[in-house]
């Protein structure tokens, strides 16, 4: 099983500010890794898909980038909205696991 | 409007069984790959099982393998996760997802549905 770690933890921010949150696979995924951001008693929200698309309605202010073992999530400036949980996602070998996930505070 | 409303979540003792289902509507049911991910209270994402736009694959996490089945009515819109020999580590809420880019990714998803695994 593949396992994804995030850094860091917690990310405290203001708004305004840009955010950069990492996840690092076990093993290559090539770029088949998605982010999440999941807000208090919701569902996750897709972000990005295979590295570094936007999904359908996501914000240009949220980029992907990175392949093989290191990835990152970028939010070019923060809005009050986006203070949230982050998670990134693997789909290069079942099981599709999730990193632990990085929490971006105010 | 595409939305996913699971039901079926409740509390069952240990061994017990529960089935879950997610009411699909707003788009084509059948070109879909269809997932349920779970989460502990205060915890990560995990994955449990997936099924093909037409059925015929169906994967598990090994966590639940050979206890949970994964099917899908295409008739009715409906998937299902039929979760046998229930233990409390399977406390969580359950989430269904639809598949998307690939399949492999959840891009719609449902609220949710609470199962708590006690006696």
């Known amino acids: 099983e593949i396992v994804l770690t995030q850094s860091p933890a917690t990310l405290s921010l203001s708004p305004g500010e840009g955010a950069t949150l990492s996840c690092r696979a076990s093993?290559?995924?090539?770029?088949?890794l998605a982010w999440y951001q999941q807000k208090p008693g919701q569902a996750p929200r897709l972000l990005i898909y295979?590295?570094?698309n936007r999904a359908a309605g996501i914000p240009a202010r949220f980029s992907g980038s990175g392949s093989g073992t290191d990835f990152t999530l970028t939010i070019s400036s923060l809005e009050p909205e986006d203070f949230a949980v982050y998670f990134c996602?693997?789909?290069?070998?079942?099981?599709?696991?999730f990193g632990q996930g990085t929490k971006v505070e105010i | 409007q595409v939305q996913l409303v699971e039901s079926g979540g409740g509390v069952v003792q240990p061994g017990r069984s529960l089935r879950l289902s997610c009411a699909a509507s707003?788009?084509?049911?059948?070109?879909?790959?269809l997932h349920w991910v779970r989460q502990a209270a205060g915890k990560g994402l995990e994955w449990v099982a997936v099924?093909?736009?037409?059925?015929?694959?169906?994967y598990y996490a090994g966590s639940v393998k050979g206890r949970f089945t994964i099917s899908r009515d295409d008739s009715n819109n409906t998937l299902y996760l039929q979760m046998n020999s229930l233990r409390g580590d399977d406390s969580a809420v359950y989430f269904c997802?639809?598949?998307?880019?690939?399949?492999?990714?959840?891009?719609?998803w449902g609220q949710g549905t609470v199962v708590f695994v006690s006696s």
């Open positions: 997802a639809r598949g998307a880019y690939s399949g492999w990714y959840g891009d719609i």
């Open positions: 707003g788009f084509t049911f059948n070109d879909h790959a």
């Open positions: 099924i093909s736009f037409d059925g015929n694959n169906k």
């Open positions: 093993q290559s995924v090539s770029n088949y």
């Open positions: 295979d590295g570094s």
């Open positions: 996602q693997q789909r290069s070998s079942w099981p599709g696991t």
